[in-house]
């Protein structure tokens, strides 16, 4: 699938090309990583799903490339992207500077979910985040991100399958090479009901296969 706003094209091969060029300033190895993202990531998915001059919550940002591409995109008026890394909000401050645009953006380095911003936001996105969470900590991490979405708001969550099996170990060995961590799946399931539980309506569910990898996709909109 392929979307776009105005001129902006959310064909994945596109959406590389302007990582690549966005990021030139990364090692070459990064750069490419990153450029390679909207090839196992479906952004295109998600962008759909966040409403024109949307006010952002990214929840655990990184190097800021789904911010980057909202922003590009003239999609967002405002956004906030959180991690523990300074080094990666260092990038995501850069790319987000690069994009042309306008938008109100900050960074902000957290060291607990709790520090999240207090604030309300038209859209929260966790975006593969929750499988590098300490089990006993994802409840806490998932409960803080939705307290920050508006009413009629949207919790966008993103994270790798379960199943099947080799997807699920394909993703694991990824992590592994890249962040040495051998990561321990989230139920997906669980955080459904955690979501409803809070006052959220389930409004998409998808399962997204993408190369070797899969895709755990969930939508929920604030009643």
Same mark, same amino acid.
């Given at each position: 699938?392929?979307?776009?706003? =105005? ?21 070459? !190895?990064?750069? *490419?990583?990153?450029?390679? &993202? ?9 962008? &759909? ?6 006010? %952002?919550?990214? #929840?655990?940002? =990184?190097? =800021?490339?789904? !911010? ?6 003239? @999609? ?16 995501? +401050? *850069?790319?987000? =500077? ?6 109100? $953006? ?16 038209? $859209?929260?996105?966790? %975006? ?9 900590? +994802? ?8 307290? +920050? $979405?508006?009413?009629?708001? %949207? ?27 051998? %990561? *321990?799946? #989230? *139920?997906?399931?669980? #955080? ?28 929920? @909109?604030?009643?």
């Amino acid at each position: 699938m392929s979307a776009s706003t =105005g001129s902006f094209s959310f064909d994945r091969k596109d959406l590389s090309r302007f990582l690549f060029d966005l990021y030139d300033y990364e090692p070459k !190895l990064l750069r *490419k990583l990153i450029s390679a &993202r909207p090839y196992v990531c479906p952004f295109e998915e998600m962008e &759909r799903h966040v409403p024109a001059n949307a006010k %952002v919550l990214d #929840v655990g940002c =990184g190097n =800021g490339a789904l !911010l980057a591409i909202l922003l590009a995109s003239g @999609r967002i008026s405002e956004a906030t992207g959180c991690d523990v890394h300074e080094g990666a909000l260092a990038s995501a +401050r *850069k790319a987000a =500077g690069r994009t042309g645009h306008s938008a109100d $953006v900050s960074f902000l380095r957290i060291g607990s979910f709790a520090e999240l911003p207090d604030d309300c936001f038209d $859209v929260v996105t966790m %975006v593969d985040v929750l499988h590098h969470v300490a089990e006993p900590e +994802r409840k806490t991490a998932v409960e803080e991100a939705i307290k +920050r $979405v508006g009413p009629a708001g %949207v919790f966008l969550f993103k994270d790798m399958v379960e199943a099947p099996f080799w997807r699920r170990l394909a993703h694991n060995i990824d992590d592994l090479i890249f962040s040495g961590e051998w %990561v *321990k799946q #989230v *139920k997906t399931a669980e #955080v459904e009901k955690q979501v409803r539980a809070a006052g959220f309506e389930l409004v998409e569910s998808l399962e997204i296969p993408r190369v070797f990898y899969g895709n755990t996709l969930r939508v929920f @909109r604030k009643i």
